[in-house]
Antibody, heavy 122, light 110 residues
Framework: EVQLLESGGGLVQPGGSLRLSCAAS????????MTWVRQFPGKGLEWVST????????FYADSLRGRITISRDNSQDTLMLQMSSLRVEDTAVYYC???????????????WGQGTTVTVSS | QSVLTQPPSVSAAPGQRVTISCSGN????????VSWYHQLPGTAPKLLIY???KRPSGIPDRFSGSKSGTSATLVITGLQTGDEADYYC???????????FGGGTKLTVL
């Protein structure tokens, strides 16, 4: 079964850091770009970051650039998101998602994790 | 303010047809493939349409997508109460070098 399982969310104080992980299974992880998407409480989807299949190319949302780093370990089928200088407005559910087709641009995110909740509060 | 524009809500009766629009520009929809997702409350989004008009396996043909210029449309026919969800369009934006989503459309099946 194709599956993504996020972990690492939790409660953190403003200015703190978190490292999210996404464990993949059931598909050739190293062949697909991977993406993080977040969803604020009661709101729509916001793209966070994308990493190419090899990990050589990374893309970041302007609102988070400089505060996050996306990476992947293709030997461990794991996607990561390192987040620092967290703000109250970063409170959201963070999803990892798999690009449906090989390629640099993640057209069509066909597999999503269940999400991990990040709460930034003092 | 989302880069792609969707109506906040649409509604129709069971068995009827509904359309959801998604408007962008030449840097996103105009030159990239569009995807559509739906999201039931408390669950992760699910891919309905990719590459403008293709359905992943398991998605019924009641769901169809199209694109014309800088706009895309999702059509759902034979509405069922289980179709009540939030629907999002998404694509790549060449200027932003990132994925952009619409603000979401809440479908109510009356």
């Amino acid at each position: 079964e194709v599956q993504l399982l996020e972990s690492g969310g939790g409660l953190v104080q403003p200015g703190g850091s978190l490292r999210l992980s996404c464990a993949a299974s059931g598909f050739t992880f190293s062949s697909h770009a991977m993406t993080w998407v977040r969803q604020f409480p009661g709101k729509g989807l916001e793209w966070v970051s994308t990493v190419s299949s090899s990990g050589d190319h990374t893309f970041y949302a302007d609102s988070l650039r400089g505060r996050i780093t996306i990476s992947r370990d293709n030997s461990q089928d794991t996607l990561m998101l390192q987040m620092s200088s967290l703000r109250v407005e970063d409170t959201a559910v963070y999803y990892c998602a798999k690009a449906m087709k090989p390629g640099l641009v993640p057209y069509g995110l066909d597999v999503w994790g269940q999400g991990t909740t990040v709460t930034v509060s003092s | 303010q989302s880069v792609l524009t969707q109506p906040p809500s649409v509604s129709a009766a069971p068995g009827q047809r509904v359309t959801i629009s998604c408007s962008g520009n030449n840097y996103n929809i105009g030159n990239n493939y569009v995807s559509w997702y739906h999201q039931l409350p408390g669950t992760a989004p699910k891919l309905l349409i990719y590459d403008n008009n293709k359905r992943p396996s398991g998605i019924p043909d009641r769901f169809s997508g199209s694109k014309s210029g800088t706009s895309a449309t999702l059509v759902i026919t034979g509405l069922q109460t289980g179709d009540e969800a939030d629907y999002y369009c998404g694509t790549w934006d060449t200027t932003l070098s990132g994925v952009v989503f619409g603000g979401g459309t809440k479908l109510t099946v009356l």
